[in-house]
């Protein structure tokens, strides 16, 4: 008798300041290498993870979403306390459901939302060090709001995309850019239909040079125009970066 293939969805968060992102690579400790490796040991099978979307080294997740499929028999109320117990703590499975078979956690996706976290405290705060890139000077956050309101929408993001990309189509619609203060921390919010390599980082690193009076906002429509990676500001650190929230 052959056994029946299950399709399992997973929500997942991640400390990725110890990971060389989530795609696997030779010879280097990623996400889903640590989850596929935990898949092996507990079921036997080679099974392939699928994403939401690849993190870069650094980057964190809170609510990143995979799928897989196996043929194991272990209940669907069992699989969150199995994996987790064959994870890195660094490592958290938030969620494990049964998936229609034609589910796919990349291309179904509808929203992506990920949240930029800014230090803006005169001196670091030692707890908030890997989640957070540290702004000692003050920042001008309602600036950094107008600003934003220019990428709001579809756009041709080529000048918000690192050079290294090899996708053609650079055209994303970004459905809301907010930059809220919240007692010394600055944080923004991005929600889109997808996001190019480093897009949002260098969206944080050209808003930083806004607030800090570097660019005025009305600037952000010339550097959209130019697509031009040249036009924008520097790309913002890798670990003041979360990717919040899937939505499907």
Request: charged share 25%; hydrophobic share 40%; aromatic share 10%.
């Amino acid at each position: 008798m052959v056994a029946s293939v299950r399709r399992l969805r997973c929500v997942l968060g991640y400390d990725g300041t110890d990971f060389s992102g989530f795609q696997v690579q030779p010879d280097q400790i990623t996400i889903q290498g640590e989850i596929e490796a935990a898949l092996n040991r507990i079921t036997g099978e080679e099974i392939q993870i699928y994403g939401s979307g690849r993190t870069d080294a650094g980057v964190h997740a809170r609510g990143q979403v995979i799928h897989f499929d196996t043929k194991s028999h272990i209940p669907l109320d069992k699989w969150r306390f199995v994996l987790n117990n064959q994870l890195p703590d660094a490592i958290a499975i938030r969620s494990v459901e049964e998936a229609n078979e034609s589910f796919h956690a990349r291309f179904d996706v509808q929203v992506k939302e990920y949240r930029y976290c800014i230090d803006n405290s005169p001196v670091a705060d030692v707890f908030r060090h890997r989640y957070a890139d540290h702004i000692r000077y003050p920042l001008d956050v309602e600036a950094m709001q107008q600003a934003a309101r220019y990428l709001e929408g579809e756009h041709d993001f080529t000048s918000f995309c690192s050079a290294k990309t090899f996708v053609e189509d650079k055209v994303r619609t970004v459905y809301g850019l907010n930059v809220e203060r919240r007692g010394d921390e600055v944080w923004v919010i991005c929600r889109g239909n997808g996001f190019l390599y480093n897009m949002v980082r260098i969206i944080v690193g050209t808003l930083v040079e806004v607030g800090q009076g570097k660019r005025v906002p009305a600037e952000l429509a010339e550097i959209l125009a130019a697509c031009d990676r040249e036009r924008a500001g520097k790309t913002a650190p890798a670990k003041g970066l979360t990717m919040w929230e899937v939505v499907y």
